[in-house]
């Protein structure tokens, strides 16, 4: 069992540039309906996490799956493509677009009308396998059927090329040497870190301050000496993180990572949290106050107090999460659906781990040395403050969800200008509630401006000025994941120039022979909405602009280019036969056969030889470590 988990760890964690995914198997198969009709039944096996796109598609989205067809002898397509099942409609972030798409299972079944008994039919079947974070490059998976076949798939044969003629060695090895533990998959690590933090901010909220000398006072209370206090608090803390395990732990598996992470995409969820979180801001700002019912709390309390052992520790845990679930819940909701963004099933049961941990850490320490709870700020004005500050936050978080929904249904309600001018106004207020310029009816006016509340005060008054240059087009890495797409701005002054680069690996390489520079390989897509983000945020900057032109070779090419090849090439792939018809299928079969990946965006720095220089970089908007990136290639 060990073993499992290590190597599951081991797979979650391997960075995707050293991985070839194929997320979406095929089964093509023919069956002859009568004498005058046959069926062509394509079947999809989808594994979990991963979705396959319908044939009917927007413009301006992921590639739709479609068939197409080279020889056709002896029959006649008889209709269109269908599915024998109803397809996902839902709103894809990755595209700021509702979409259409399969999860698991479909077969595409394509009717024929059979003209002669002896009929050929050649062609392939085009697809892209995406899940919620990115999409793979378009894949083609070739068929060939004749009347004598009875159902056997064949490779295809067109006119080609000699695929030996490559000059394209692998270095796939080379690059997963290179390949350092900073740049490998962070996600379970940063969830847990997330969850710790939330769990940490709810022990500074107004509805868990109240429990610690509560919880502290029972456990000395049903302790007959200091040993057994001990134990009870340590098995308190246990108990604590059962509970919210438990929790991540149910969720996990009624809905599944996939589920959740589809959930954190859809629309409808977003309106609903969106409305949620102002929900708990209005009431923190003292607009109401949100409790559960008080009977609840009282019956768990009192059976506490009358039952023994470890039920009664259970019970009084029990008695936490309820109290303080007005407080937490906002926290612990946000913090599931960051976990089911990144889409890996362990996710909401490690948030949960850490949040539980940071939460359960004070209470046993407080029960072990109860001197400390006496030497701890009594509850009152300050624990107001803290619910303020925490509505102001709520408040732009919200903002966030309410944005995926506008970008679903195309309001335009809130582009991104409209969004960062919300931002900034609610940071600007809370940099002057702490200063003390604004007050609610629960706040006390402070005789004096402290130290500790003039520091904090500068923290939002300063990110409120750092968005201003966003209104007029600037990047704001710092919220790029919480903003809405630049392409919903209407008004940027921050066009960017593009610089020349080639276009065909093979020129690129003898020009950079020529030149004696290093390469730079930039392996995108037109549908490659990451790609976009990386062109804006990134390759945009002034200083990697200048390094690029300076130091570099570039060749940028696009893996779903659809114009054909002047003659068709055909290679062997994992033990069979694949043609490549476009420059796309070329510049794709490159990424996988020579560097062993299959996502974009994906950047190597090689030298004039094709050698790898660096490890290969993959989606992230820090621009300092792109630089990085770029001079360890460019020194080596």
Not at 327 to 353: D, H, N, R, Y
Not at 355 to 365: C, E, M, S
């Amino acid at each position: 069992m060990k073993t499992k988990i290590i190597l599951l760890f081991l797979l979650i964690t391997l960075p995707l540039s050293a991985q070839i995914l194929e997320p979406v198997k095929w089964n093509i198969t023919e069956q002859k309906v009568d004498e005058s009709t046959l069926e062509l039944h394509f079947k999809a096996t989808i594994e979990e996490g991963w979705h396959l796109y319908s044939n009917e598609l927007p413009d301006g989205g992921p590639l739709a799956t479609e068939v197409t067809y080279t020889t056709l002898e002896g029959v006649e397509p008889s209709g269109e493509l269908i599915s024998d099942k109803k397809s996902v409609e839902e709103y894809v972030e990755l595209f700021s677009m509702v979409l259409n798409f399969f999860e698991k299972e479909v077969t595409f079944v394509q009717r024929l009308k059979i003209l002669s008994p002896d009929y050929k039919i050649e062609g392939a079947i085009r697809y892209m396998g995406c899940n919620n974070l990115t999409c793979l490059t378009p894949t083609t998976e070739e068929f060939n059927f004749t009347s004598l076949q009875g159902g056997v798939v064949e490779s295809v044969s067109f006119p080609v090329s000699v695929a030996s003629s490559f000059s394209w060695t692998p270095v796939v090895d080379e690059l997963r040497e290179m390949e350092s533990e900073e740049q490998k998959d962070r996600s379970l690590l940063y969830i847990f870190i997330a969850g710790f933090i939330g769990g940490l901010l709810a022990l500074l909220t107004p509805c868990v301050w109240p429990m610690i000398p509560m919880t502290v006072s029972f456990f000395l209370k049903h302790s007959g000496n200091r040993k057994k206090a001990i134990k009870s608090a340590v098995m308190y803390g246990f108990a604590i993180v059962i509970i919210y395990l438990m929790l991540g732990l149910l969720i996990t598996t009624i809905f599944g990572a996939s589920a959740l992470n589809d959930l954190s995409t859809n629309a409808w969820f977003n309106i609903f949290f969106f409305l949620l979180l102002v929900l708990f801001a209005a009431s923190f700002f003292g607009a109401f106050e949100l409790t559960l019912p008080a009977s609840w709390t009282t019956k768990l309390d009192a059976k506490a107090d009358t039952t023994t052992g470890f039920v009664s520790i259970l019970l009084m845990a029990f008695t936490l999460a309820l109290v303080s679930f007005s407080c937490t819940g906002p926290i612990i909701g946000t913090l599931l659906v960051e976990a089911a963004s990144s889409g890996i099933t362990l996710s909401p049961i490690l948030g949960m781990l850490g949040f539980a941990i940071a939460l359960a850490i004070p209470f046993v320490l407080f029960a072990i040395f109860p001197t400390i709870i006496k030497s701890l700020p009594k509850s009152g004005g300050w624990l107001n403050n803290v619910k303020v500050v925490l509505a102001f936050i709520e408040l732009a978080l919200a903002l966030k969800f309410l944005s995926v929904a506008d970008l679903a249904y195309g309001w335009n309600i809130l582009p991104r200008e409209t969004f960062l001018t919300l931002w900034i106004v609610i940071f600007f207020l809370l940099g002057l509630y702490l200063l003390g310029a604004i007050q609610f009816k629960h706040d006390s006016k402070p005789k004096y401006l402290s130290v500790t509340r003039l520091f904090l005060a500068i923290i939002p008054l300063a990110f409120s000025i750092y968005m201003l240059p966003g209104l007029w087009g600037a990047p704001l890495k710092a919220i790029s994941a919480f903003a809405p797409p630049m392409s919903t701005q209407t008004f940027n002054l921050n066009a960017q120039a593009e610089g020349v680069v080639f276009d065909d690996y093979d020129q690129a390489k003898a020009y950079a022979k020529e030149q004696n520079k290093p390469m730079f390989v930039d392996f995108t897509g037109y549908g490659c909405v990451n790609c976009r983000k990386m062109e804006a945020a990134v390759l945009a900057d002034d200083k990697v602009k200048d390094i690029l032109e300076k130091e570099y070779v570039m060749v940028t090419l696009h893996v779903d280019d659809k114009t054909p090849l002047s003659t068709p090439i055909e290679v062997e792939e994992y033990g069979k036969k694949v043609t490549l018809k476009t420059y796309g299928d070329k510049w794709s079969y490159l990424q996988r056969y020579k560097f062993g990946a299959n996502a974009q965006p994906y950047y190597l720095l090689l030298s004039p030889k094709g050698k790898p220089l660096a490890s290969p970089y993959g989606y992230n908007e820090d621009v300092d470590k792109f630089i990085k990136f770029l001079e360890k290639g460019r020194d080596k």
